[in-house]
């Protein structure tokens, strides 16, 4: 085990001063046109978390957004701090924001159109580099490790982090440790050794597995379904989504969670019973026409394989992923089934901490629910960077980006420029979250792990990389 007890108070200091350092500014004026108002009405709602103002909102508006989802967003980001707005037009106005639990940078896009409600009133949001005048300051390494560590801790004591994390650069392991309990009734405390389950992580083992199998020449990216699967019962997704489609979230195949997961969750023990539950619903949206995340997608990328190797999903990246990498913590196994050193996953509900248990699938499969360490995750990106998984020119094709967005790659999800380019994947779900990021050209590589809701991981890997030396190797 690789705990340690809380930190001192000289280290609660130097982390409330970096989190003080934060910069400074003036907020700036919203205007007052149709677009500004219904951004200052929705901001101002949001950062409330009242339901009684969201649900206000929604009826002046007549937006149909759940009052519950809108609540959660904002547990997970802890509010929003508008920053800038970056444009500010009578029916536009892009802002750009900071979040209050990891000070990621946000855009919100707000667009108003006739009467500016209900579908007159269009809101998106993305991802946001933040400018230097508004990011943290950069630190030494010792400082930045202090202050992760004493703020691992104080959320762990808040019952707001349980996990492992562990930051290496250049092959130099710089922190390895874990927080709080693999099974709080039995005071299992977790450590770097714990199991956690990866969410959608799953995806980037999927991803590998595929394009090995396209380098083998056993599959073609611009293979369609049908060509794979013949007697798939939808034509249309048959004959028009192809694997490019597939891995990068463009070919419109939807979801698995839902009504009919919840009935049939411990009945779909293989990828081939998914394909039979919902293998007659046709595309969401013309394949290759938009980006849409779909889990089925990569459900569907694990019977490819299973057709293309003549193997289990389950034994073909057993074989070719996680012993090539020396991963020997990581896998799939049953629920139903003893995994000595997986962790008991704890969803948060009015807000009391409770089991995940109904929420789990029979076991994970290619879209996601495995378990690893994160050792094992170091060891999957050391063999990705040495190129033992994929050939290096096939690996940097996959870490381009390949969706409308630009924001994935096969199986990867990208961020960032020049030297803070990363590449990576993030899982999520009640009770399990997890980050892995890969910096090619500083050398790091980040992991978190935890058996929370998201974003209990990612915040934490933000919070280092946020505040890590970017000097070149």
Same mark, same amino acid.
């Given at each position: 085990m690789n705990r340690q007890p809380r930190n001192s108070g000289a280290s609660s200091a130097l982390l409330a001063l970096i989190l003080l350092c934060l910069p400074a500014f003036a907020q700036p004026e919203i205007p007052e046109t149709p677009a500004g108002q219904a951004f200052a009405d929705w901001l101002t709602s949001f950062n409330s978390a009242d339901p009684k103002q969201v649900a206000a909102f929604n009826r002046k508006y007549r937006r149909k957004g759940d009052v519950a989802d809108t609540l959660q967003f904002r547990e997970y980001t802890g509010g929003l701090e508008l920053l800038q707005l970056e444009r500010s037009a009578p029916d536009n106005l892009l802002a750009l924001m900071r979040e209050g639990e990891s000070q990621r940078g946000m855009y919100l896009e707000v667009t108003v159109k006739g009467d500016g409600r209900g579908d007159n009133l269009i809101m998106e949001i993305r991802p946001a580099s933040l400018p230097p005048q508004f990011a943290a300051s950069r630190l030494s390494m010792v400082d930045t490790l202090a202050a992760l560590r004493d703020r691992a801790t104080q959320k762990t004591a808040a019952d707001r982090f349980s996990g492992a994390l562990l930051f290496a650069r250049s092959e130099q392991i710089l922190l390895q440790q874990a927080w709080g309990y693999a099974d709080r009734e039995a005071s299992r405390a977790a450590t770097t050794e714990t199991q956690f389950r990866?969410?959608?992580?799953?995806?980037?083992?999927?991803?590998?597995?595929?394009?090995?199998?396209?380098?083998a020449g056993k599959l073609s990216l611009q293979g369609t379904v049908g060509q794979y699967l013949p007697y798939y019962p939808n034509r249309d997704i048959a004959t028009k989504v192809?694997?490019?489609?597939?891995?990068?979230?463009?070919?419109? =195949?939807? !979801?698995?969670?839902?009504?009919?997961? !919840?009935?049939?969750?411990?009945q779909l023990e293989a990828h081939a019973d998914y394909v039979t539950l919902f293998g007659t619903r046709g595309p969401v949206f013309e394949p290759g026409s938009q980006d849409g995340y779909s889990n089925y997608g990569y459900v569907l990328l694990g019977r490819l394989i299973e057709v293309a190797s003549g193997m289990s999903y389950y034994d073909y990246v057993q074989q070719h992923i996680y012993a090539k990498a020396g991963m020997q913590s990581t896998g799939s196994l049953p629920e139903s089934q003893v995994v000595p050193g997986r962790s008991l996953g704890y969803t948060r509900e009015e807000g *009391?901490?409770?089991?995940?248990?109904?929420?789990?699938?029979?076991?994970?499969?290619?879209?996601?629910?495995?378990?690893?360490?994160?050792?094992?995750?170091?060891?999957?990106? /050391?063999?990705?960077?040495? %190129?033992?998984?994929?050939?290096? /020119?096939?690996?940097?094709?996959? =870490?381009?980006?390949?969706?409308?967005? %630009? %924001?994935? %790659?096969?199986g990867f999800a990208l961020q960032g420029e020049g030297a803070m380019r990363f590449y990576g994947g993030v899982g999520g779900a009640p009770g399990m979250n997890g980050?892995?990021?890969?910096?090619?050209e500083l050398g790091y590589i980040l992991v978190g792990l935890s058996n929370f809701d998201p974003?209990?991981?990612?915040?934490?890997?933000?919070?280092?990389?946020? *505040?890590m030396p970017i000097d070149r190797r």
């Open positions: 990866l969410g959608s992580m799953n995806k980037m083992f999927t991803a590998v597995a595929l394009l090995q199998l396209v380098d192809t694997l490019h489609q597939l891995l990068t979230h463009t070919g419109g =195949t939807g !979801d698995i969670f839902g009504p009919e997961f !919840d009935v049939h969750r411990l *009391r901490l409770v089991s995940n248990a109904s929420s789990l699938p029979f076991r994970g499969m290619a879209a996601g629910g495995g378990y690893s360490t994160v050792g094992d995750l170091l060891r999957f990106a /050391q063999a990705l960077e040495a %190129g033992r998984l994929l050939p290096k /020119q096939l690996l940097a094709a996959a =870490t381009s980006p390949k969706n409308l967005g %630009g %924001g994935f %790659g096969y980050e892995l990021r890969i910096y090619p974003p209990a991981a990612e915040n934490m890997v933000e919070f280092f990389s946020a *505040r």
